[in-house]
């Protein structure tokens, strides 16, 4: 029984130990990056809204998604998901919702302009 209560304490230490690592190395992204500084405050909650609410994000604030680029863009949602207001938040969808959000503005960007 020893042993189980061994294994169960060192499952638990390597968790945390990993979740510590994760939200280190997605700051360490965000701050060698400057990724809080790339985006308007108003384009931020265009951005949020399309990946963790139901909303959609304007042709303006795709551009400054694309100028954020995609490292920044994954570690904001990454460091977003370790809040603990997100706790009840599927990681799996936010992240699937995430990737839609960056793949439908590369979309918009890369499209020609119809008055071209």
Same mark, same amino acid.
Request: charged content about 15%; aromatic content about 8%; overall charge negative.
């Given at each position: /029984?020893?042993?189980?209560?061994? +294994?169960?304490? *060192?499952?638990? $230490? ?6 510590? /690592? ?5 700051? !360490?992204?965000? @701050? ?5 500084? @790339? /985006?308007? #405050?108003?384009?931020? =909650? ?5 990946? #963790? ?6 042709? @303006?604030?795709?551009?400054? =998604? #694309?100028? =954020?680029? @995609? ?9 977003? $998901?370790?809040?603990? $207001?997100?706790? +009840? ?7 699937? !919702? ?7 503005? *590369? ?10």
């Amino acid at each position: /029984m020893a042993s189980l209560n061994v +294994y169960s304490v *060192l499952v638990v $230490l390597f968790l945390t130990c990993e979740a510590v /690592m994760a939200t280190k190395e997605n700051d !360490q992204i965000i @701050k060698e990056n400057n990724c809080e500084t @790339k /985006m308007g #405050f108003p384009c931020v =909650l265009e951005a949020f809204t399309s990946i #963790f609410e139901t909303g959609s994000i304007s042709n @303006k604030c795709c551009g400054e =998604l #694309f100028v =954020l680029g @995609k490292v920044c863009h994954s570690a904001l949602v990454k460091r977003t $998901l370790e809040n603990p $207001l997100f706790k +009840y938040v599927s990681p799996a969808t936010i992240i699937a !919702q995430s990737i839609q959000t960056w793949n439908n503005c *590369l979309a918009l960007i890369d499209s020609p302009s119809p008055s071209a």
